[in-house]
């Protein structure tokens, strides 16, 4: 029998949509996203985007406190691992996320650890296949898989990736390799200077390489770095190369002026941070679903989370470049859940 509503993501955005739907009885399948390396390499873990950031200031709700004894209250002990240490800090990206996951399980949720790897939406129901080669049928269909980073393109940047090339501080800032030696920081947006403030906690010194000579990023976040005295920004610059051996992995950068392209500079460093925005995980929809030229998910009707596809629907960083916050695609989860149960009313298939 074709389920009610499959959500597939497990981001703020897909969690959300699962307590809205599973307070409504719908029953909810969530298709988390398997936990393997290449998702965790390209960004794209089970539970988003959270999972590799750290503290999470501006998810209302959440302030800066003790709230040590509350989660282990409200999380259950076989999750209880993605807890960090308290001491009077805001929730982490990894709480927050398990706080979620709890209460879409506390209604009901159930969770499939696979990836989609496939959807036919040319019918009704509509037909999803997993990783392991199951098919799922679906009335109506919740697409929450996020967006993840991107890099340069550069070949030396796969050359070196998980050898001094990351996309992401959190994850691997506390690395050995990174302690103590020179790091790089490409980009200029909020991601930018929350990856270079953060490593800053571990490198001697931090470059940030930004091709223009202002930051897009938040006045707060840019006026943070610019007072940091262990990060040092290059300006009208881009990484060319990134350099290394077979031995040391990542060694340092090239980078080239924009201002005047004959201009290079090469700075030693062990580590390499790609923070340049990021690209939606839409691509198993195979184009059945209209997308942006960026492969975001359009939503044709405004303030309403529909797709071009009648019962499907969006939700989160998936469909939305702009904002791209923890909050709103929490938000879009909840809109994208009403907008499910009262089509699936409208139809009768609830
Ligand atoms: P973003 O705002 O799109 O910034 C991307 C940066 O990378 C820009 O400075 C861009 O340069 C640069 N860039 C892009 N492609 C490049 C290329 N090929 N070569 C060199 N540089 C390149 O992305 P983001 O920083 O990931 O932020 C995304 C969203 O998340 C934003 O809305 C941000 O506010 C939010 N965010 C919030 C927080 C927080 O509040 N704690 C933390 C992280 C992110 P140009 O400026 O020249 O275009």
């Not at 993501?9 to 959300?16: T, Y």
């Not at 967006?147 to 990351?166: C, D, H, I, P, Q």
């Not at 990134?242 to 002026?257: A, C, F, K, P």
């Not at 470049?321 to 909050?327: E, L, S």
Request: hydrophobic share 40%; net charge negative; charged share 20%.
């Amino acid at each position: 029998m074709a389920e009610r509503v499959v959500i597939i993501g497990s981001g703020p955005a897909g969690w959300a949509a699962a307590i809205y739907t599973a307070r409504a009885s719908l029953e909810p399948l969530l298709i988390e996203g398997e936990a393997n390396q290449e998702n965790f390499d390209l960004g794209r873990p089970p539970l988003g985007q959270l999972m590799i950031t750290t503290e999470i200031e501006n998810y209302p709700g959440f302030p800066a406190g003790n709230l040590e004894s509350y989660l282990k209250g409200a999380i259950d002990e076989s999750r209880q691992h993605m807890l960090g240490p308290h001491s009077g800090h805001g929730v982490s990206g990894p709480e927050l996320m398990a706080l979620m996951q709890q209460q879409g399980i506390n209604f009901g949720t159930r969770v499939l650890s696979e990836d989609v790897t496939n959807v036919d939406l040319s019918g009704h129901p509509f037909k999803l296949t997993t990783s392991s080669g199951n098919v799922i049928e679906a009335n109506s269909l919740i697409i929450a898989t996020g967006a993840r980073a991107n890099y340069l393109g550069l070949e030396s940047e796969k050359t070196f990736k998980n050898r001094g090339v990351s996309a992401c501080a959190v994850c691997d800032g506390a690395m050995p390799r990174f302690r103590n030696k020179p790091l790089v920081v490409v980009g200029g947006g909020d991601s930018a200077m929350e990856e270079a403030t953060y490593l800053t906690k571990f490198a001697s010194k931090v470059y940030i390489v930004h091709r223009r000579d202002e930051f897009r990023a938040s006045k707060i976040m840019a006026q943070r770095v610019i007072e940091n005295p262990k990060i040092d920004v290059k300006w009208n610059s881009v990484v060319d190369e990134v350099l290394g051996d077979d031995q040391n992995g990542v060694t340092g950068v090239r980078i080239r002026s924009t201002l005047d392209d004959s201009v290079t500079e090469e700075l030693e460093a062990s580590g390499y941070f790609a923070a340049i925005g990021h690209t939606p995980n839409t691509e198993f929809l195979g184009g059945q679903v209209d997308t942006t030229d960026k492969g975001y998910i359009v939503w044709p009707v405004s303030h309403r989370t529909n797709t071009t596809v009648e019962g499907v629907f969006a939700a989160g960083d998936c469909a939305d470049d702009h904002y791209r916050q923890a909050i709103t695609a929490a938000g879009s989860g909840c809109s994208a859940a009403l907008d499910a149960e009262r089509w699936l009313a409208a139809k009768g298939l609830d």
